[in-house]
């Protein structure tokens, strides 16, 4: 048997290339998309490990601080509790090299403890590394990128804070961990604290733990002796912490990417279905001769073994591709929005490739279940007689329907139980509606063209019948419906979303010059506004008003968020932030305001106390207000400058909004700013300038999703090109009657358009209905779930009714040349058995 | 990684120039010299001893390293704690000479607030630093007016002392006005001096035990900016304490074949007097070797020593074999430092002083602590 | 009178892989002219098929010409040939090939709106009205018994009033007595219609029922 499937498998090839060439396309971008996220994902995290393992390689646990700094008086206590074996304290900072507008990862270390650095070449001068101010040791990788020698001197900034490094030696991370950052920068410790104005300060202690102590004593013990003021994590929790940071990014992705592989499986479908049909005499006979049901479902399975296979085989270096091509924008979302390490190559493990040959294969074969499973309930006979299969389809499309119909109320009794607060629901509810969409469509369908009158023969003819054929077109209506549902649920979400925010950024972005500096994107507090600049400021003659800004990541009830101290002092009518409850901070001190993900991950509302994590002990402050909140998904919350300083000592502004006189053009000032602030690492932006770039952000991030849209639409168009050629092989003989009958060959191209634009027409109007049940899954549950914020819906019209459109258009493509083969069938082909 | 940075950066240390050199009229001013002096590059205080407590006997050894990275003071250029000009490496071994145990702890860190420095304004404090990881009592060494005070402890090893020295003998330096040569160059010399015998008591700690201990005490400080030079591989080292009230120093330069580079000794008198020993008033041979399981060095453990001038002829053994100190911090850094017994060849073995060898530079790729 | 149709030495071969060449048909003479009936015999292989192919424009011959109305099949395209076909020419088949999903009514109208010919509604009725199926005109042709398929392919065949029907061995799949209805059927409304007919059966007894009959034994044309 295998000998002649083999044997079989070159006749039909020969038969079907274009069938099979389709179906593999599918299957392909299926997988490419899978693949392509899964990879992203993957290194999305690894570039974080990979610097993790690459300074804390020898470390069993990492302390970190809790409260705005980490004091280096944490570090002999760290060293004299019993069971640890070595601590070394770090000092860490991202700072910015000016003139390059690109940070680096600073780690000072003290050189004399047991710490493993990769260095490059024979020896370090360690003199030097003490002695030589602005000493820093870089990777090779970056120096290579950036034409840096020993020797030469950067300068780069923190806050307003400018220092000089200079390059001593170079450590190879990558050597030892290929994924590490390659803008790791290590100098001594001593220098670090000293060049970026933080003595006494602290990041991180690593530390080991002797190996046959139990580990959770001595974390126990450093816990209860360092108190609440620091986290003991390990490299797990650690890698966990980052990894729960992109969670919600991640686990997006891999859910759009898999409505790729869905719509994938729906061609598998359509072309076993095909070459079932196609092969049914050829089976029936293989039948009559002796063999086994096994082995005729063998032959089938091969096919599709076969299908996967090569599927994975092109669609795996795609998908590498697409990862490449996408992994800067990913990086971006990484790197800006998680302030997680930028992704600097791309790494496949093996494992990755067993993975994905086997969503490859699955997806494959449970495209072919359906099929195989009904020529396994053929016998003999029905094979070798007329197929009756089409028949089907059709007598089940109620049932099918009111399955459809059932799933999709199951999605709202879940909805109805449980809304938002569990988190899985909302892909629940997706999955059922995707699963849905393909159970309604035959009936739908056969709707649809049931309401045509033809009285002629074409366009229309073609798409009259459509509902005539549902075994074969159904399939690729539903799987068109699918990818088109995800288009317009995506597309209204991020157009939703993006209206929100802009509106939001309206409100809430209400000063007219906002003083930051480079570093502050990613070193936030440590990115401090020199107070002296902040005089300078306040001294230009436009500016009526400065409004400070204070900010760390603090701790409530385990979970880390953005905490802002603020002056509150706006005029009036200028609330910065637009209120969901309560009312605003006002001039009373003592109270905090919330952010929405916050409060709804944290489930508070006006009137309960925040109850943060505070050096001298847990700082409860009452909540007087919950405001809209997109800034991050972790969630933020911000009190009066004083409080924040009663409760959390004095610290340094991070940046500072100016409220300029009326009339003044806020751009001037902006120019004039930075005229006289030259020499100061400062970012000046006025209100226009911010709104543009927080929205930049946003599409950035969102970029992403766009392949992602367009890779499942490729896939269902391809569809609808593998169901018009099923069609033209598959009814060669009505179409050869159609000849005799005195039909053109141009009529009967125009009855395949005509079929192509029908599944167009209905893929689109069915999809779009299921995108607006999509579109309010994921804006009302999947958000709110899993970011927390209320998104506003907006529909962008235009640009659905221009995406379609533009599917419609590729739908006709894709027919032409179906309908150009079906055109060829001469009138000859007549044969008993088709009709 | 580190450890290989750190023990290259130690020998890649800028030109000696830019340090503070031995020279042989050094102004001697006590007791500040027992301090520290920043201007060298290297300076140690090195204790060892025998002891007893509880019907056991104990050998001991506790050093203190003061390190120079750079010669010009940083703590004034940067604002951070961190910044130093020197690092502490303190070593402390204890052997059980009974059982044979030997326990060796180290600890190493940069001068700084909280971690380790050396006194300069104290009138007691001589220097300090944190113990080794895991450990919270801190290892001190002060100066007591008669004597000093030092104190190690490793919890893990469950191993430590606090002994109290008083000078038996008075200080007396290593070489004409306490200027040791170490090789022909003249830059090769340190300022050294040594009280032969300590009288010493206190508390020490042996797997857990605690023991009440008296004995006695030998102790070396020397500063210098020189290195081994470079045909010189290591170094023996013998401080002799004979029953008779005499003491003998001696220390051979070795060279790569193992023969004698550079050598120098000194004879203390039961009076304190000291008479210095070249290299052909004195000869030595090893009589026995020991190889170390755990780093294959090969350490001489018996010796026969001859300075005629004084009459002696010794049979010098090692109590314990395996006196190995071996660095955790440093690859390739470990010395043979060990309790030894005195014997007058041909009188039966009968016991006639005890005293400590050091070892340095033997086995693969050794490299000597300092 | 010019013939509806006329084949003139008409040959028709197909290459073969073992014996080179099938003549399928060899040197065929014969015309029919306006309102007449002709009816060709032959067993299977004799190459029936062939000649009507050759007939309705579907093939072209490989000597010889086949005229329609005067035109040569031969010197027309593709194109054009199948506009004959469509405006000149009714086809009943052996097996009918009606279009299971279309209704009967939609299957007897399918020739009308493959020639974009409006107001055939009315005939087409007629037709149905005809053979006795107006009761069945909306339900779908699969559902039919043979021989009412068959009168639906009549009515199919002869809606655009062909100058020539073409007829396959219309009874072929038919027991005896349905045979009889539709022939009957069949002649008759050729008959009102005034039609001509060529058709092709290995039946003596409905072969007898045209005004002429010709013989096909192995691709030679002769007489009865």
Request: proline share 4%; aromatic share 10%; with cysteine.
């Amino acid at each position: 048997m295998i000998r002649y499937f083999f044997r079989a498998l070159r006749a039909q090839l020969h038969g079907g290339l274009s069938l099979f060439a389709l179906s593999l396309f599918g299957v392909s971008i299926g997988v490419a998309a899978v693949v392509s996220i899964q990879i992203i994902n993957l290194n999305a995290l690894s570039a974080f490990s990979g610097s993790m393992r690459a300074v804390s390689g020898g470390a069993d646990v990492t302390i970190v601080g809790k409260m705005p700094s980490l004091s280096e008086d944490t570090y002999p206590r760290v060293l004299a509790t019993p069971g640890v074996e070595a601590a070394w304290p770090l000092f860490r900072l991202d700072v910015v090299a000016e003139d390059l507008d690109f940070y680096l990862e600073v780690i000072g270390v003290d050189f004399f403890t047991p710490i493993d650095l990769p260095w490059e070449g024979a020896s370090v001068d360690l003199s030097a590394a003490l002695g030589e101010p602005g000493w820093v040791a870089v990777t090779p990788t970056l120096a290579r990128e950036k034409g840096w020698e020993l020797g030469d001197r950067l300068e780069v900034s923190v806050g307003t804070r400018k220092a000089e490094l200079v390059i001593g030696a170079f450590s190879d991370f990558q050597k030892a961990t290929p994924l590490a950052s390659t803008r790791l920068a290590v100098m001594d410790i001593a220098q670090a604290q000293s060049l970026f104005g933080a003595r006494g300060q602290l990041h991180q202690i690593d530390v080991k733990i002797f190996e046959d102590v139990d580990q959770g004593d001595v974390i126990a013990e450093l816990e209860r002796s360092l108190g609440t003021q620091v986290l003991v994590l390990t490299p797990e929790q650690r890698e966990q912490q980052a990894s729960d940071l992109l969670s919600a990014f991640r686990l997006n992705l891999t859910a759009l990417s898999f409505i790729s592989l869905f719509v994938g499986g729906f061609l598998v479908f359509s072309s076993t279905q095909a070459s079932l049909v196609r092969r049914r005499t050829e089976f029936g006979l293989l039948r009559s001769l002796g063999a086994t049901h096994r082995q005729v479902m063998g032959l089938l399975v091969g096919d599709v073994l076969l299908l996967g296979l090569l599927g994975v085989a092109v669609g795996m270096p795609l998908g590498y591709l697409a990862a490449e091509a996408n992994v800067d924008r990913v990086s971006a979302t990484v790197t800006n929005l998680y302030l997680l390490d930028a992704i600097n190559q791309l790494e496949v493990p093996a494992w990755f490739f067993l993975l994905a040959a086997a969503v490859g294969l699955f997806s494959a074969g449970l495209g072919a279940l359906m099929p195989a499973l009904e020529l396994g309930r053929k016998d003999t006979r029905a094979l070798l007689a007329a197929f009756s299969l089409h028949e089907r389809v059709g007598a089940r499309a109620p049932r099918a329907f009111l399955l459809g119909v059932g799933l999709m109320f199951l999605g709202g009794i879940l909805y109805w139980l449980v809304g938002d607060r569990w988190r899985p629901a909302g892909f629940i509810q997706a999955f059922l509606l995707i699963a849905a969409v393909p159970l309604v469509t035959p009936l739908l369908v056969q709707g649809a063209t049931g309401l045509l009158r033809v009285r002629s023969f074409g366009l229309a003819y073609g798409m009259k019948g459509l509902g005539k054929q549902l075994q074969t077109t159904s399939v690729a209506i539903a799987a068109l419906a699918v990818a088109v549902s995800m288009v317009v649920g995506v597309t209204t979400m991020v157009a939703s979303f993006r209206e929100t925010l802009a509106i939001w950024i309206e409100a809430t972005v209400q000063a007219d010059v906002y003083v930051s500096t480079p570093a502050w994107r990613r070193s936030r507090r440590r990115a401090v506004l020199d107070a002296s600049v902040i005089e300078v400021l306040a001294r230009h003659p436009a500016v009526e008003q400065v409004d400070r800004l204070r900010q760390f990541f603090a701790y409530t009830n385990g979970r880390r968020f953005s905490f802002a101290g603020v002056d509150a002092r706006a005029p009036g009518e200028k609330t910065r932030f637009a209120l969901l409850e309560g009312e605003m901070l006002g001039a009373e001190l003592g109270g905090i305001m919330v952010g929405e993900p916050l409060a709804r991950k944290e489930h508070l509302s006006v009137g309960d106390d925040l109850v943060i994590d505070g050096p001298k002990g847990p700082v409860a402050l009452p909540i007087k207000g919950i405001y809209y909140d997109y800034s991050s998904e972790l969630g933020s919350a911000f009190t009066h400058l004083e409080t924040m300083a009663k409760h959390f000592g004095d610290g340094p502004v991070n940046s500072v909004a100016l409220y300029l006189e009326q009339g003044v053009d806020s751009e001037h000032v902006v120019d004039e700013l930075k005229t006289s602030l030259a020499d100061v690492p400062l970012t000046i932006r006025s209100n226009r300038r911010i709104r543009e770039q927080a929205l930049l952000v946003f599409d950035q991030t969102f970029a992403i999703t766009r392949l992602l849209r367009y890779m499942s639409l490729l896939i269902a168009v391809t569809g609808v090109a593998l169901t018009l050629i099923v069609l033209a092989r598959e009814r060669s003989a009505e179409l050869a009657l159609y000849r005799a009958l005195g039909a053109t060959r141009l009529q009967i191209f125009r009855v395949f358009l005509g079929k192509g634009l029908g599944m167009a027409l209905i893929g689109i109007v069915l999809g779009s209905l299921a995108g607006v049940v999509f579109a309010f899954i994921l804006i009302y549950v999947v958000n709110r779930a899993f970011f927390g914020w209320t998104i506003f819906v907006h529909w962008p019209i235009g640009l659905l009714v221009q995406q379609s459109l533009v599917i419609l258009g590729a739908s006709v493509l894709a027919s032409l040349y179906p309908a150009r083969v079906a055109s060829r069938v001469p009138a000859t082909e007549l044969r008993r058995e088709d009709l | 990684m580190l450890r290989a940075l750190a023990i290259t950066a130690l020998v890649l240390m800028p030109p000696v120039e830019e340090w503070r050199v031995a020279v042989p009229d050094y102004a001697w001013s006590f007791p500040r010299d027992h301090w520290a002096h920043d201007g060298y590059r290297t300076e140690w205080w090195y204790f060892t001893g025998h002891l007893e407590g509880g019907g056991r006997r104990f050998g001991y050894q506790f050093t203190f390293f003061r390190i120079g990275i750079v010669s010009e003071p940083i703590e004034l250029a940067l604002d951070s704690d961190w910044a130093s000009s020197h690092v502490i490496m303190g070593h402390a071994a204890v052997t059980d000479l009974e059982s044979g145990q030997h326990v060796f702890s180290e600890v190493l860190y940069r001068e700084m607030p909280l971690l380790a420095s050396f006194d300069h304004d104290s009138e007691e404090r001589i220097g300090w630093s944190r113990g080794p990881a895991g450990t919270k009592a801190l290892w001190t060494l002060d100066f007591t007016g008669d004597g000093f005070r030092i104190a190690a402890r490793d919890d893990r090893l469950e191993m430590g002392f606090e002994l109290t020295t008083r000078a038996a003998k008075p200080r007396i330096f290593q070489g004409p006005g306490g200027f040791s040569r170490k090789g022909k160059e003249s830059g090769a010399a340190s300022q050294y001096y040594s009280y032969t015998r300590l009288e010493t008591s206190g508390e020490l700690t042996m797997g857990g035990e605690r023991f009440e201990v008296v004995g006695e005490s030998w102790m070396d400080k020397e500063f210098s900016s020189s290195q081994l030079e470079p045909q010189q591989v290591g170094w023996d080292w013998f401080s002799l304490q004979l029953d008779d009230g005499r003491e003998l120093m001696l220390y051979i330069m070795r060279r790569e074949d193992g023969t004698t580079d550079y050598a120098k000794g000194t004879v203390v008198s039961p009076d304190g007097e000291a008479r210095y020993l070249e290299l052909e008033d004195f000869s030595f041979e090893a009589t026995r070797y020991w190889v170390s399981p755990s780093t294959g060095a090969r350490y001489p453990v018996a010796w026969r020593v001859r300075v005629p001038s004084e009459g002696l002829e010794l049979e010098v053994r090692a109590l314990v074999d395996d006196q190995e100190n071996k660095s955790r911090f440093f690859g390739g850094v470990y010395y043979w430092e060990g309790a030894v017994t005195i014997s007058v060849t041909g009188l039966g073995g009968e016991a006639l002083g005890r005293g400590f060898v050091e070892l340095t530079g033997y086995g693969e790729g050794n490299r000597p602590p300092v | 009178m010019e013939p509806v149709l006329e084949f003139k030495n008409v040959s028709k071969h197909y290459p073969q892989p073992s014996t080179g060449v099938l003549k399928a048909l060899d040197d065929v003479s014969f015309s029919i002219q306006t309102g007449r009936t002709l009816a060709i015999t032959g067993r299977s292989g004799s190459g029936k098929s062939t000649l009507l192919h050759l007939a309705a424009g579907i093939d072209v011959p490989s000597a010889g010409t086949v005229s329609f109305v005067g035109r040569d099949l031969g010197e027309l395209s593709d194109r054009d040939r199948t506009l004959i076909r469509r405006d000149g020419v009714g086809l009943v088949f052996q097996f009918f090939y009606l279009l299971p999903h279309l209704t009967v009514w939609e299957n007897v109208s399918l020739p009308a709106w493959i020639a974009s010919d409006a107001g055939m509604e009315e005939r087409g009725r007629d037709l149905l009205e005809r053979v006795g199926l107006t009761a069945h005109a909306s339900q779908e042709a699969s559902k039919l018994s043979g021989g009412e398929m068959q009168r639906v392919a009549i009515c199919r065949a002869l809606l655009r009033k062909p100058r020539l029907l073409l007829a396959d061995e219309p009874t072929g799949n038919l027991d005896d007595g349905n045979s009889e209805i539709v022939m009957d059927l069949l002649m008759k409304l050729v008959d009102e219609e005034e039609g001509t007919l060529l058709y092709v059966t290995h039946s003596d007894e409905q072969a007898a029922q045209a005004d002429e009959r010709l013989a096909l034994h192995s691709g030679k044309l002769g007489p009865a």
